[in-house]
């Protein structure tokens, strides 16, 4: 499959970061599903390997997980214009529709709008005024304020979330401790330098907290579990019905229960628990799976 995935690759005043972690997620995993057929307009360089390590540590999150995860590429990203005009592409992606709408009036021209995606991931619930174009809109925090008023407009919405890359998903690890020094309401446990000792912190605990922060989808919780580490997710009985839908909700609500209630049977249960969140992240949560879930949904609206 031919892929369009149109994205900025520079940062602002309103986005000071490269990372953007929705984008790179989806991106990520079409690349790892599609390589080079995936051309990435403007190239996001922070996800590629040359990409130096120095800048990557001075992004957001230290650069951890997402940044210099993809080989260098050989993409053809010559005449997109051309391209555009003569259907070259069999889908046109924008990675964050609030960032970068280049192309954007001659891609609505020449392209079918169910081969077009607006991807929106950031923290708010609101809708970029692109929702109005009818192409399919993937939101991330979807949580709509009735006050929108958004109507029959909804039908173009679809639900999309994080997700952890597929080749750095760890399975076992023996376990030392019961819960992760790294803790999100205390900054001062953010002390790892690199990924790999942030990892282990996650991979030699049982448990590590997590919690929502600016928005219910955050990437510390699929690091947790992507090492094999169940997430003690604070609140999660609240998190909206369509906000990371193919999160384990169910799973993890029981955690915090028998967390706050009876930690012994939490933790005489540990292996059990752990299997099925393995089980689970390894058929949802890669961004293999986020890509093919997308692509999958574009299939499902198209036959509707």
């Known amino acids: 499959m031919k892929i369009l995935y149109i994205a900025s690759n520079q940062k602002s005043a309103q986005f000071p970061f490269l990372t953007d972690y929705q984008n790179d997620c989806l991106l990520i995993g079409l690349k790892e599903l599609f390589g080079d057929d995936v051309v990435d307009v403007n190239k996001r360089f922070h996800l590629y390997s040359d990409y130096p390590e120095s800048d990557a540590k001075a992004d957001y999150g230290n650069g951890f997980t997402i940044t210099r995860y993809l ?3 050989n993409c053809d990203r010559e005449d997109i214009h051309k391209k555009i005009k003569n259907n070259y592409f069999d889908l046109v992606v924008y990675g964050s529709i609030w960032r970068n709408q280049d192309y954007i009036d001659l891609v609505l021209e020449h392209y079918d709008k169910n081969k077009i995606l607006y991807i929106d991931g950031e923290d708010g619930n609101n809708f970029n005024e692109r929702l109005r174009d009818g192409a399919l809109y993937f939101k991330r925090e979807l949580n709509p304020d009735p006050s929108q008023n958004l109507g029959d ?26 819960v992760a020094h790294s803790d999100p309401r205390d900054r001062s446990t953010y002390v790892f330098k690199t990924e790999a000792e942030y990892y282990q912190d996650y991979q030699f605990s049982k448990y590590a907290i997590t919690t929502k922060k600016a928005g219910w989808d955050c990437l510390r919780h699929y690091e947790i579990m992507g090492n094999s580490c169940i997430p003690l997710f604070q609140d999660i ?68």
């Open 153 to 178: 407009l909804l039908r173009f919405v679809l639900p999309i979330q994080f997700a952890f890359p597929t080749k750095k998903f760890n399975k076992g690890m023996k376990k030392e401790r019961r």
């Open 71 to 73: 080989e260098s590429d």
């Open 237 to 304: 009985q609240h998190a909206p019905r369509f906000t990371m839908m193919k999160f384990p909700k169910a799973l993890l609500t029981k955690a915090m229960f028998f967390e706050k209630n009876d930690p012994k049977w939490l933790d005489k249960n540990y292996d059990y628990l752990l299997s099925e969140m393995q089980d689970h992240f390894e058929k949802y949560n890669t961004t293999v799976r986020l890509a093919e879930q997308v692509l999958n949904e574009v299939k499902l609206y198209k036959r509707s």
